[in-house]
């Protein structure tokens, strides 16, 4: 008899949305509560969330830092044991064959730990692999202080020997000690952790850090249609960037090119850049970082959308709401969601090292009515080739996890 899901075990690093996984785990346990689902959060914070609180959800938290923050940062980010004995202590408790556990977050707080914790129940374990973590010790196969995508194989003679962090090398080898803790812990020859990509270029990524192509799912994340009709991007003049303000997301490549093409340029979101952005290019509007529905307005006001990430992409959330409300994208040749926009008439991939050749595309988007409404009809009638509704989402999850209960997700 197939078994049917009792309970799902989200653990994350945190239980308030700081970042793309901890939105998406937040998310999923909402729509799994509403579906009468029962639901455990595991996370690696205080826990004092009211919204899981009011929602019924068993909230089990060990009280954790993010790493910047904590004063054991530099220890319990390479293996925390507070969280491996507390996640143990939980299996233990509530374990049973229905069910199954879920790691979204786990690189702030958590750290490898959790899957030691999961050994014993891998077959019914799955991370969804939001970044590159599970496979690359920076978690983005780029090379940051160069801007350039790396093409090594993650944690070989040269990948150590490269400087590839944020910060500086001393940081890069912390990170290489947390990456064969986790290569240890999380064996994909002897446990049965499956994974879902959340696009399908990241496998080949994946695939290179050790991860087995057979243990791959590829779930596409879920995009908000946050404008109901399509936009008629073809009338109007803004381009939109979303997004963080920092150096390796690109905006200030993209407001030099929007300044030299003379096309008006809105900004929403903040960072380390801001400020030096704002000096250099005055005339963009800078919104900060706005609710759904003010980006659902700023949409309205749109041409099209740029992602102009210097280093590697796995998706894209802003850039795939923006298709759903019949934006045109522009990417990067680093956003993974680049071939597949393209692919389906939705917009372009442009290498956004090349100065000029940028800014010739804004001209001629800004130019071509024609084309632009041509990708904006495609965009909002194909969006879901990048990205699921929400209600799919959670279909294909809870389907994904009853394939978990019954032997038939991982190999």
């Not at 799902?8 to 901890?22: L, Q």
């Not at 490269?162 to 999380?186: G, M």
């Not at 280093?311 to 990417?331: D, H, M």
């Not at 804004?362 to 509704?389: G, H, L, N, P």
Request: glycine share 8%; proline share 4%.
């Amino acid at each position: 008899m197939a078994r049917d899901l009792g309970r799902v075990v989200i653990i994350n690093d945190t239980t308030v949305a700081r970042g793309g996984a901890a939105q998406l785990a937040l998310q999923l346990t909402r729509d799994l509560v509403a579906r009468g689902v029962k639901v455990t959060f595991f996370a690696g914070d205080n826990g004092d969330s009211e919204e899981l609180a009011a929602l019924g959800v068993d909230i089990v938290a060990i009280g954790g830092a993010p790493l910047l923050k904590s004063r054991r940062g530099f220890i319990d980010g390479v293996f925390n044991g507070k969280a491996a004995r507390r996640l143990k202590a939980l299996v233990a408790e509530i374990d049973g064959p229905d069910v199954v556990y879920h790691v979204h977050g786990w690189s702030q707080i958590l750290s490898p730990s959790v899957f030691a914790a999961l050994a014993p129940v891998a077959e019914r374990s799955v991370v969804t692999a939001h970044d590159f973590f599970l496979a690359c010790p920076n978690g983005n196969f780029s090379i940051y202080p160069k801007s350039q995508q790396c093409h090594l194989s993650p944690m070989s003679a040269r990948c150590i020997a490269t400087h590839c962090d944020k910060r500086r090398y001393a940081h890069k080898l912390w990170r290489v000690a947390r990456q064969a803790v986790l290569n240890a812990n999380i064996d994909f020859e002897r446990a049965l952790f499956s994974v879902l990509a959340i696009q399908a270029g990241m496998i080949p990524y994946l695939a290179r850090g050790g991860v087995p192509e057979k243990r791959i799912t590829v779930m596409t994340n879920p995009a908000a249609r946050l404008a109901g009709a399509r936009v008629a991007a073809e009338d109007n003049r803004e381009i939109l960037y979303v997004g963080r303000l920092e150096h390796e997301k690109g905006a200030d490549i993209l407001a030099r090119a929007a300044c030299e093409a003379g096309a008006p340029l809105r900004v929403i979101g903040a960072g380390a850049d801001e400020a030096a952005i704002r000096r250099a290019y005055p005339d963009a509007v800078f919104q900060g970082w706005a609710t759904q529905s003010e980006i659902g307005e700023a949409f309205h006001k749109a041409r099209f959308f740029v992602m102009p990430s210097r280093c590697t992409e796995p998706f894209g959330l802003a850039a795939a709401e923006a298709l759903r409300a019949g934006l045109p994208v522009l990417t990067s040749t680093s956003c993974l969601i680049g071939d597949d926009v393209k692919r389906h008439g939705m917009g372009d991939v442009c290498d956004v090292f090349d100065h000029a050749a940028l800014c010739d595309r804004i001209s001629a988007w800004m130019d071509d009515d024609d084309a632009i409404r041509a990708m904006s009809v495609a965009a909002f009638e194909r969006a879901t080739e990048i990205a699921q509704t929400e209600a799919g989402w959670v279909d294909s999850h809870v389907a994904f996890y009853r394939r978990l209960l019954n032997g038939g997700a991982s190999q």
